[in-house]
Nanobody
Framework: QVQLVESGGGLVQAGGSLRLSCVVS????????MGWFRQAPGKQRELVATISSGGNTNYADSVKGRFTISRDNAKNTVYLQMNSLKPEDSAVYYC?????WGQGTQVTVSS
């Protein structure tokens, strides 16, 4: 049974930082690409960042230079370091692999 558990969300002022974590179980983590996604109220879920099994990364234009995705295969964990946060970054953030999703963690950025 595949499980993804996100943590690290919260309320932060604009310009602040948060680090999200996602612990994955039930699959061979090191062999899978991982992604972070987000969904704001009334909007579709959008891709934020991906990291391949080999460590190659890609980012949405809206977060380039501010967010960093990384992974620790020894801990079956993928991270999203978010700096210089903006109110428009407020959303529920999900990690995903293949067809599986976590429950999400809320990020709220106040202006």
């Amino acid at each position: 049974q595949v499980q993804l558990v996100e943590s690290g969300g919260g309320l932060v002022q604009a310009g602040g930082s948060l680090r999200l974590s996602c612990v994955v179980s039930g699959l061979t983590f090191s062999t899978y690409a991982m992604g972070w996604f987000r969904q704001a109220p009334g909007k579709q879920r959008e891709l934020v960042a991906t990291i391949s099994s080999g460590g190659n990364t890609n980012y949405a234009d809206s977060v380039k230079g501010r967010f960093t995705i990384s992974r620790d295969n020894a801990k079956n964990t993928v991270y999203l370091q978010m700096n210089s946060l903006k109110p428009e970054d407020s959303a529920v953030y999900y990690c995903g692999v293949n067809k599986y999703w976590g429950q999400g963690t809320q990020v709220t950025v106040s202006s």
